[in-house]
């Protein structure tokens, strides 16, 4: 019986010393601190949110197709988002892309692929537009610009540019470079 422990005890002697041995040639696992995954954490399809003023005006609209939220960032991819800024004159700028990117704190917004910004007049025609892409635009200073081959289309005039700075509370657009404008002459019969 005694034999019979001596083997028992050789034989965990020999299982931990072998295992002490596999784990010292081969390479133990590392451990791995896993980033967070940039997966979404919650979605929505056709959302729409309102950003009011002090007063309790409307501010801005903003919806989109697709919406999917990121933890790990922070952040809000859109699918076909749709941007809409009331003015005093009741005359809203609106700006329809094929994708967007929301920062963190909600303050920019980038928005990819085709972009087209337009305001109506009080009839609702058109009144100018603005067709290019890759726009970011910085929410609270209602500031938009690209630095991409642009066009603006007014009532008379056509201009192609590259690059544009837009301050949308002021109604005011800088063309940066490559500017060619076009007038039309067309007279009344």
Same mark, same amino acid.
Request: proline share 4%.
């Given at each position: ?12 002697? /020999?299982?931990? #010393? +072998?295992?002490?041995?596999? =784990?010292?040639?081969?390479? #133990?696992?590392?451990? @791995? !601190?896993?980033?967070?995954?940039? *997966? ?5 399809? =056709? ?6 003023? *002090?007063?309790? &005006?409307?501010?801005?609209?903003? *919806? ?11 952040? !809000?991819?859109? %699918? ?10 009741? /005359?809203?700028?609106?700006? @329809? ?5 929301? !920062?963190?704190? =909600?303050? %920019?917004?980038? /928005?990819? #692929?085709? %972009? ?16 290019? &892409?890759? @726009?970011?635009?910085?929410?609270? *200073? ?14 008379? !005039?056509? @201009? ?10 002021? #109604?005011? /657009? ?10 039309? +002459?067309?007279?009344?019969?």
């Amino acid at each position: 019986m005694l034999e019979r422990w001596k083997i028992v005890i050789i034989m965990l002697l /020999l299982a931990a #010393g +072998s295992a002490w041995l596999l =784990n010292k040639i081969s390479p #133990g696992e590392a451990r @791995v !601190t896993r980033e967070p995954l940039h *997966q979404p954490d919650y979605y929505m399809e =056709n959302f729409r949110t309102f950003t009011m003023e *002090q007063d309790g &005006s409307l501010k801005n609209r903003l *919806q989109a197709e697709y919406m999917a939220h990121y933890p790990d960032d922070d952040t !809000t991819e859109l %699918v076909r988002p749709m941007l809409e800024i009331p003015r005093a004159d009741n /005359l809203s700028i609106n700006i @329809v892309a094929d994708k967007g990117w929301v !920062t963190a704190d =909600n303050e %920019v917004i980038l /928005l990819t #692929g085709n %972009v087209n910004l337009w305001q109506n007049d009080a009839a609702g025609n058109k009144r100018l537009e603005i067709i290019t &892409s890759d @726009v970011r635009i910085l929410i609270k *200073q209602e500031y938009a610009e690209t630095d991409k081959p642009s066009i603006f289309i007014g009532k008379d !005039t056509t @201009v192609k540019a590259t690059g544009i700075k837009a301050y949308l509370k002021e #109604g005011r /657009l800088i063309m940066l470079n490559n500017v060619h404008t076009t007038i039309s +002459s067309e007279k009344p019969d």
